[in-house]
């Protein structure tokens, strides 16, 4: 039963026109950030060399993970207020009446494909821009490819966990706009509150917001940053596991009780 839900929900998925645009989206801003790379090669080289210690790449390759996890907080949103919209639910509802099967396998479905494209943007723009910088010194960047694409990996599953986020948000509220608003409040502008929080509130709050747990999980620092860094890489990890699954579950109990 929840193997041909999970089929069912893919192929939903995939037929929704919003999908290939999110991707695509997701996959032109990743190259945008080599563009920018590009840039800033250039201005290194104009630049004298005490201005070069402050001059850091790291900022621009975390910036495809950052707007791949709206864009598929997004997808995920969308995955289940298009039914809602058009009153496809009912229809999904009466093919699978078990709805303990429903969200799980809409779950697995957003979850997969919003962790392939993150983990796609996150390293994409990393290994595009180191690339493209060729050998210059960058402070940032004086570790190896092999030594920095771990924490580039943890880092990518930022996107999943707010691709589910908006599918249950999606279940909650049922409405477009309001999913959209409440995932955009959680990924940009409730941590930028938090970033102007008086000391040492802002660090404490800014280390348990979602866009900053998978840094943590990686081990690294949150200098230049509105997040904080004061979790160690079990408890981020926990939070993280957290911030994905006690939506979700609650999403779950709305739709089992609730009418379509």
């Known amino acids: 039963m929840i193997g041909d839900a999970v089929a069912a929900e893919w192929r939903k998925l995939c037929s929704i026109r919003s999908t290939s645009w999110i991707l695509a989206v997701t996959a032109a801003f990743t190259g945008f950030t080599v563009l920018l790379a590009i840039q800033m090669a250039q201005v290194w080289d104009g630049l004298s060399a005490d201005r070069r210690e402050d001059f850091l790449l790291r900022p621009l390759q975390e910036l495809s993970t950052w707007v791949a996890s709206l ?10 207020t298009s039914e809602y919209r058009t009153g496809m639910i009912r229809a999904t509802l009466t093919v699978l009446p078990r709805r303990s099967a429903l969200l799980p396998a809409k779950a697995v479905v ?27 010194p960058f402070p940032d960047q004086h570790a190896s490819l092999v030594h920095d694409l771990p924490g580039f990996l943890v880092e990518g599953t930022a996107v999943p966990l707010f691709a589910l986020l908006g599918l249950a948000l999606g279940v909650l509220l049922r409405s477009t706009a309001g999913t959209l608003v409440s995932v955009v409040f959680l990924w940009h502008v409730l941590p930028l509150l938090v970033f ?14 979602p866009g900053g747990l998978p840094a943590q999980m990686a081990g690294l620092s949150a200098d230049n940053s509105i997040y904080g860094d004061l979790l160690s890489p079990g408890a981020a990890t926990g939070l993280l596991l957290a911030y994905a699954l006690v939506p979700l579950g609650l999403a779950a109990l709305v739709l089992t009780r609730r009418d379509a």
């Open 71 to 80: 864009c598929l907080a997004v997808l995920g949103a969308l995955s289940v």
């Open 110 to 136: 957003v979850g997969a494909v919003a962790l392939l494209a993150g983990e796609a943007a996150t390293v994409g723009s990393f290994l595009g821009t180191r690339l493209v910088i060729g050998d210059r």
């Open 196 to 209: 102007h929080l008086p000391r040492p509130w802002n660090e404490r709050a800014g280390s348990v917001m």
